[in-house]
């Protein structure tokens, strides 16, 4: 909205008198105008992007809920711990170096790795605010958060503070800068040399997020081995069941509600017009994304159910619970991308990539007490590929930039799904070259795992100084005699 005062007087015409002040008052006027419209521009994107970070950080109690009610009741406080310290390392952590290696640019380019905004020092401008920060502290430590549970119930606690520092510090915040920065080298956002002429659409991170977090646990669990008891001798797996359903199905609603931050959130403005004067713009595109994600989950969760059916014979809460997660983690790429419909067919082979990753996982005796590397890595990688299959031509000209390749099977042909291979590689290359050596330099050094006595005991009892639960009602350990109410039988005779 521009206003040119000498054109205005023009107009205006010699009757006026000083035709000149006027059109100087009025196009002042119109200039404060506009500056009001861009600050409520900006109030309104930011504000948006910090109820999303709210709800991404929710998720941070239904990760703990989620793991708490999978683990066995003498490890509880163990796990709702390290989820707390999750939080509160990654926080520092991201805020002193990780916040500045994802998103640190300007000046000269450096596609592998960000170098300014550290410790948020020029922050706020132009491009980031505050809330950016928060949002992307949230999102870091939802990966930490994943790992953990892959490691559950029987890592020492100084190397969950060690693995979760580097994590949120370093490791995620490279692969972020990678995909996600205006000039990563594979970063959909670049302005020019493109990966394949498409860059990378990992739209809220199926591998940004989940994959990281996914091969970090496989590499950390496999480094320690399985549990005490998982397998017996012979190999068999045994099940060591979580010690509460309902808290693994409050963690899961927790988690559910958190992804509507988590997928939609991720445009991070949402008042964008696609086109001048139309209903359609960035809030049609944030429910749509909304839906993809619903219905990803939704289909997923059916398709364990029946699944897990017709191969256990049983009907388990558990199962459905995990395979709705691989369902949201599987769509998060594609999310703002793809058609409802698609998203379907998403959950659908969401839901059977979990299936076949846990069957693979007991024959090679891999044990991951919460399914996390199966879950967030398998189903992360399958949404990554999904998403280059059938990401939609006018969802990707409106959430990045028009002629951009997309889904090769809606006729964009295969450029984005070369794109999508090389993220999975370097993902799987790059998490396994730092959090495996970290893994491997912490079981060397007899940090990483606790002893069989602690693990046989429990961690809370051995390293928190009690258990999580106590039974006040129990009274078979109190000492003195015991008296037995006995009821009259039906066969007493009458006195």
């Not at 369902?327 to 793809?338: D, K, L, N």
């Amino acid at each position: 909205m521009a206003c040119s005062a000498n054109e205005l007087a023009q107009l205006l015409g010699p009757n006026i008198t000083n035709s000149t002040a006027a059109a100087d008052f009025i196009c002042s006027r119109f200039t404060t105008s506009e500056n009001n419209f861009t600050a409520t521009k900006y109030a309104v994107d930011n504000t948006y992007l910090l109820f999303s970070a709210y709800l991404v950080f929710a998720m941070q109690l239904g990760f703990a809920m989620l793991c708490a009610g999978s683990v066995r009741a003498k490890n509880t406080m163990n796990i709702m711990l390290t989820n707390v310290l999750d939080a509160a390392t990654g926080g520092l952590f991201y805020y002193l170096f990780g916040f500045a290696f994802a998103f640190g640019t300007g000046g000269s380019e450096n596609g592998f790795i960000g170098k300014h905004h550290f410790g948020l020092k020029t922050i706020p401008s132009q491009d980031l605010d505050y809330s950016n920060f928060l949002y992307q502290w949230a999102f870091a430590i939802a990966a930490a958060g994943i790992t953990s549970g892959s490691i559950a119930e029987r890592t020492q606690f100084v190397a969950y503070l060690i693995y979760s520092s580097f994590l949120t510090g370093f490791v995620y915040p490279v692969v972020s800068h990678w995909f996600w920065s205006a000039d990563g080298w594979a970063s959909a956002f670049r302005a020019d040399n493109l990966l394949f002429g498409s860059g990378v659409i990992d739209f809220a991170g199926s591998g940004v997020v989940h994959m990281v977090g996914g091969i970090a646990g496989l590499w950390g669990a496999l480094i320690e081995g399985p549990r005490i008891g998982r397998f017996d001798h012979s190999g068999r797996a045994i099940s060591l069941r979580g010690h509460s359903a309902s808290l693994v199905v409050l963690g899961t609603f927790l988690l559910w509600f958190g992804w509507y931050g988590f997928n939609p959130g991720s445009f991070n403005k949402i008042l964008v017009a696609y086109t001048d004067g139309s209903y359609n713009g960035q809030w049609s595109a944030v429910g749509r994304t909304a839906v993809t994600t619903t219905l990803a989950g939704c289909t997923a969760a059916l398709t364990t159910l029946f699944g897990k059916r017709i191969l256990s014979g049983h009907w388990n809460v558990t199962d459905v619970c995990n395979g709705l997660l691989g369902g949201f983690a599987a769509i998060t790429a594609g999310c703002s991308v793809v058609d409802p419909w698609a998203a379907i067919i998403c959950g659908f082979v969401a839901a059977w990539v979990l299936i076949g990753c846990n069957m693979l996982a007991e024959k090679l005796k891999f044990d991951d007490p919460l399914e996390a590397a199966q879950l967030h890595g398998g189903c992360g990688a399958w949404g990554v590929i999904f998403t280059a299959l059938f990401a939609r031509e006018k969802y990707v000209d409106q959430v990045y930039k028009p002629g951009r390749p997309y889904g090769l099977f809606m006729g964009g042909g295969g450029k984005l799904l070369a794109a999508h291979v090389i993220q999975i590689l370097v993902i799987t290359g790059w998490v396994s070259a730092t959090m495996g050596t970290l893994f491997y330099i912490l079981h060397k050094l007899k940090l990483l795992r606790i002893s069989a006595e602690d693990e046989m005991a429990g961690m809370d009892l051995t390293r928190h100084g009690g258990f999580a639960y106590y039974h006040d009602e129990d009274e078979s350990q109190k000492p003195g005699i015991k008296l037995r109410k006995i009821e009259p039988s039906a066969n007493s005779s009458n006195v």
